[in-house]
C-alpha cells in the first residue's frame, strides 16, 4: 500500500476550507495539521476535519517530522516568505495564488524551489478548471486558436472583508492576485508568452490604500489579445467572466461551468475527475509529489505571470 502523503495547511480561512474539502475525496492523502491565527476557531474546524495537530504557528507545523506537504492559504503579503519556509524545511508546497507581490520574492521562491528538488506549486486554479480545461485541449489538438480573450472580475468589496463576508487582517489587491489569474491563463492558453501590456487604474481608495478599478490590455508572441476588466466596486453580478473569441468557436468559461457564444451549455463533466477547480488543483499537487516531478502551475512556470505583473505596477507608478 501507498504510503499516504501528510499534509499541513495554513490558513483555516474561506479557501482553506475549500482545500480541506477538496482534499477529503482524494485518496492517500491526510491533513495532520492545521495552522490559522484564531485557535478556539481553527480547534473548531480541526475537529469538524480530524484533524489532530493545530497551532498558530507555521514553524511549529514545519517541525513535525511526519508533514510531507504544506498548503498555504494565507495572506498575500506573507506567502513568498512562508514559502521559503516550507522547501528550507524540506517540505513540498503549494501556495495560493499570488505567490508574491514584490517579484524579487517570487524570483528567491523559484530560485531555492529548482535548488531543492521539491515540488513547488503556485495556486493558478484557472488552469484547473474544468471548464479552462476543455478550452486548453482544443488548443492543444489544433482545432481551436485564440484570437481575443475578453475577462471581467468582478466583486463588491468596499471594505476589507473575505469571500465569508468576514472582516480581514490584510489587503486584497486587484492587480497582484485577481489580475494574475487571467496574465498567467492568457499566457498559457495560447501557448504563448506576453510580449505587450498595459495598464490603467482608478481612484486609490482612502482608507484600503489601493485602486478599486482596473484595466489591462496584452499580447502574446502569437499575436493573440486580452482585456481585462477588474474592480471591486461592482455591485453584481460578482465572479470572473472568460470569454474566448478564436477562428472556429466562442467559449463562455464561468469558472467550472462552460458554454458556447449562443449561451448553450457544454458538458464538461467528463474533461477531469472532479468538476471541483480547488480539488483538482490539488491532485496535480499531490500526483507530482508522487510521482517526483514538477507540478503544472509549478512556481517556475507561473513566474513570467509575475514579471509582467511587475512591469504592471511600474507603469501604473507602483
Not at 119 to 127: D, F, I, K, L, Q
Request: proline share 3%; charged share 20%; glycine share 8%.
Amino acid at each position: 500500500m501507498t504510503k499516504p502523503i501528510k499534509v499541513a495547511l495554513a490558513g483555516a480561512g474561506a479557501f482553506g476550507i475549500k482545500h480541506l474539502d477538496g482534499i477529503k475525496n482524494i485518496e492517500g492523502v491526510e491533513v495532520v495539521s492545521l495552522v490559522s491565527r484564531e485557535l478556539e476557531k481553527t480547534r473548531e474546524i480541526a475537529a469538524k476535519y480530524g484533524i489532530g495537530h493545530v497551532t498558530t504557528e507555521l514553524a511549529e507545523s514545519l517541525a513535525l517530522k511526519a508533514v510531507d506537504a504544506v498548503i498555504l492559504c494565507t495572506p498575500t503579503q506573507m506567502h513568498a516568505a512562508q514559502t521559503l519556509a516550507c522547501l528550507r524545511a524540506g517540505k513540498h508546497v503549494q501556495v495560493e495564488i499570488p505567490l508574491c507581490d514584490v517579484l524579487n520574492d517570487g524570483e528567491e521562491v523559484a530560485q531555492l524551489a529548482a535548488q531543492s528538488g521539491l515540488v513547488a506549486m503556485c495556486g493558478h486554479t484557472r488552469r484547473f478548471n474544468p471548464s479552462h480545461q476543455y478550452v486548453h485541449k482544443e488548443v492543444t489538438a489544433g482545432r481551436f486558436n485564440i484570437q481575443q480573450m475578453d475577462v471581467q472580475t468582478y466583486f463588491f468589496r468596499r471594505s476589507n472583508m473575505n469571500a465569508l463576508g468576514q472582516p480581514r487582517s490584510w489587503t486584497d489587491h486587484l492587480l497582484w492576485h485577481h489580475a494574475a489569474h487571467t496574465v498567467d491563463l492568457f499566457a498559457y492558453q495560447c501557448g504563448s508568452p506576453i510580449v505587450k501590456a498595459n495598464a490603467i487604474q482608478g481612484p486609490i481608495h482612502p482608507t484600503l490604500g489601493i485602486a478599486m478599478d482596473m484595466s489591462l490590455q496584452l499580447k502574446s508572441a502569437n499575436g493573440a489579445i486580452c482585456t481585462l476588466s477588474l474592480s471591486f466596486n461592482n455591485d453584481g453580478p460578482l465572479g470572473t467572466f472568460f470569454r474566448y473569441i478564436g477562428d472556429t468557436a466562442t467559449y463562455i468559461a464561468r469558472y467550472d461551468d462552460l458554454f458556447n457564444g449562443k449561451e448553450e451549455k457544454i458538458d464538461v463533466s467528463q474533461v477531469a475527475v472532479s468538476m471541483n477547480g480547488i480539488e483538482l488543483q490539488d491532485r496535480e499537487f499531490f500526483a507530482a509529489i508522487r510521482e517526483g516531478r514538477q507540478p503544472d502551475s509549478s512556481v517556475a512556470s507561473v513566474l513570467p505571470c509575475y514579471r509582467v505583473l511587475h512591469a504592471l505596477e511600474q507603469q501604473l507608478g507602483g
